[in-house]
């Protein structure tokens, strides 16, 4: 009897300890914020969990010297409220992180949206009950949510990778992953810095900190490709300006491949002479931003030779940028074209190099060896360091769900069913896992696209559907095989399409950050077959009923 008390007692406990909503968004970042603010205009009952302990995602935890966007301030801002247009001040063409999460935060106040959010609320399990149509949605440390639907806004660069090296917990001095840069500021002043990494991130930091620090030592596995962001001000005139164009912006952004302002140049990149097309590249190398990509010939991305010419012109940048010949051919890609990873933007990267106190150490030539308690020891020399930063990168896109145990279905596991590869309904639903809603989701067009202009469309495309199933009172969503076949499908061949189909990067290809990815076995993260086309795409699959999906 008294053990059956103490049992009674404790389900009481656990039903009192289970908040019900009819939904619960996962991730306070950018899409998440924009997908709180929909469903509390539309009155639903909903709750947004964050496992850190404020808003903001990507632009909360970065906060590594030199993050900023690489997209233009004014295509990267929310654009559904004309009063939040007109009342925010880009102060840079390409803002960095402190304003950029200033920025969240002040559509979050504005729109009276912290209300609805739970930090330090990490979701650690999520169980799908078939006989109740609900998800039950398990906090690491205590404290449940069931909701009828769930919502995932994990972000694609939520999951930061570390290398594996000997010796690593040795190390006595500081060392962080920029992802977890510390909040209190790091002293770099007359320091001995390594930064391991030379992804969009490493090169962020590396140029950034190279002129405050005592010595710099880049731990360079593979060189990447680089261009000028070409930041500049904006001053009020400026600002009034891009206000006045604002739908044009959008407009424009919503047109393009890559949600851009900038236009492929469509003139034929053999109908031009090889003069011809080296004074576009020159003025394109002065432009801002992803200009030199997304305003580049489309040739670049499907012809090898016209992708080996481009790349020949921008090595020939780097040796014109970098003093020592030898260091130069250290910087220049020789495994992948241009273009055929995510292009990181720099300021200044290169000079870097031609400071006294930055040395790059090619790990290719020397591996590392071994971390010592007081700093990295490769083939050739042992480095003294007091700082050692990981820019190592991430498990992209689906690293987020992979660290959430999702069961759904007759107990099926997500991540056993993306192992080799995700397997999506447009990158928002996924077959045996009903009532699961993913924004900005593994094989949607948000990782291939300018990220804001891509989530905008996916949650308006989202909540729209989230509408139609609950005023039918439908209580099961769920991606129709054959449906999610036919999609994989199409991200595979507009995949295949494309050079950099057998890349090493994060998006691009098998994504070289995570140990166990196999060399040459691709992994479908995005859709590369453009932002016009999936908006199309999916507003023709709303309009016919939301073909492709089960909806009882
Ligand atoms: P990343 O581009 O994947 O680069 C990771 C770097 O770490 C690569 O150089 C990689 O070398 C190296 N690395 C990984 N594992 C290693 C190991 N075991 N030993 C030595 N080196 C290792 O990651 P990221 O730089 O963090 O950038 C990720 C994405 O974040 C970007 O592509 C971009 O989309 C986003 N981002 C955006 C901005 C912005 O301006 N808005 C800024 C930064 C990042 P390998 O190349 O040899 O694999």
Redesign the pocket.
């Known amino acids: 009897m008294a053990q059956a008390g103490v049992a009674v007692v404790e389900e009481a406990a656990e039903v009192a300890n289970v908040e019900r909503h009819d939904v619960v968004v996962v991730g306070a970042g950018v899409s998440g914020i924009y997908q709180i603010k929909r469903l509390a205009d539309l009155g639903v009952d909903a709750v947004l969990l964050e496992g850190d302990d404020d808003l903001g995602g ?1 632009w909360y935890r ?1 906060r590594y010297p030199g ?5 233009e301030s004014y295509t990267y801002g929310y654009s559904f409220s004309k009063e939040l247009l007109d009342e925010w001040h880009w102060k840079e063409r ?1 803002s960095a992180q402190p304003e950029n999460l200033r920025y969240l935060n002040y559509v979050a106040d504005k729109f009276e949206l912290r209300r609805h959010m739970r930090f330090n609320s990490r979701v650690e399990r999520m169980t799908w009950n078939e006989a109740e149509r609900t998800w039950r949605v398990d906090l690491q440390g205590g404290g449940a949510y069931v909701a009828r639907f769930v919502i995932t806004s994990l972000g ?2 939520s999951m ?6 000997p010796g690593m917990d040795e190390f006595e001095g500081e060392s962080f992953h ?2 977890w840069w510390p909040k209190e500021s790091v002293a770099l002043e007359g320091r001995r810095i390594g930064v ?9 930091v590396i140029s950034e900190i190279a002129d405050k620090v005592g010595q710099l030592t880049v ?4 060189p ?1 490709w680089s261009t000028p ?1 070409n930041n500049a001000a904006i001053s009020d005139e400026e600002m009034a300006a891009i206000r006045a164009r604002y739908d044009e912006i959008f407009a424009n952004c919503a047109k393009s491949p890559g949600g851009f302002e900038h236009v492929p140049d469509r003139r034929g990149f053999w109908s031009l002479t090889a003069e011809e097309r080296r004074q576009t590249w020159d003025e394109l190398y002065d432009q801002p931003g992803f200009a030199i990509l997304s305003a580049n010939f489309l040739e670049i991305f499907f012809d090898e030779a016209a992708n080996n010419e481009m790349s020949e012109y921008i090595a020939d940048r780097i040796r014109r940028r970098v003093n020592d010949p030898v260091v130069a051919e250290k910087l220049i890609p020789k495994d992948h074209g241009f273009g055929m ?2 292009l ?2 720099e300021t200044r990267y290169f000079e870097a190099y031609n400071r006294d106190n930055v040395k790059l150490v090619s ?1 290719a030539e020397t591996p ?1 060896e071994r971390f010592m308690p007081t700093g990295i020891q490769t083939t050739d020399a042992a480095y003294e360091l007091d700082v050692i930063v ?5 498990d ?1 896109i689906t690293g987020g769900y992979d660290r959430i145990e999702i069961v759904g279905v007759d107990g099926q596991k997500l991540a056993e069913k993306w192992r080799d590869s995700p397997s999506t309904y447009l990158g928002v639903l996924s077959h045996g896992f009903p009532n699961l809603f993913m924004v900005a989701g593994p094989q949607s067009v948000s990782g291939s696209t300018n990220f804001p202009r891509a989530i905008e469309t996916g949650v308006d495309w989202l909540t729209g559907l989230l509408q139609h199933v609950m005023n039918d009172d439908c209580t099961r969503v769920e991606a129709e095989p054959d449906a999610e076949e036919g999609w994989v499908g199409e991200v595979v061949s507009a995949h295949e399409r494309m050079l950099f189909r057998r890349s ?4 691009t290809g098998y ?3 995570v ?1 166990g990815h196999q060399e040459g076995h691709v992994r479908y993260q995005a859709f590369f077959g453009g932002a016009p086309k999936y908006t199309k795409t999916i507003a023709g699959i709303a309009a016919d009923g939301y073909r492709g999906i089960d909806l009882r």
Do not use: C, E, M, V
């Not at 990981?390 to 991430?394: I, K, L, N, Q």
């Open positions: 990507t970065n993050a900023r966007f690489d997209s390409f694609p660069l930061p990778t570390f290398p594996s090296y920029t992802y391991i990494g030379t992804g969009a991130t490493g090169i962020q731990f360079q596995r593979r990447n962001l990873q995510r990181p933007l790990l590392i990981y820019a190592t990168g991430f992209a090493k990067g994060w998006f994504n070289s950050n140990a």
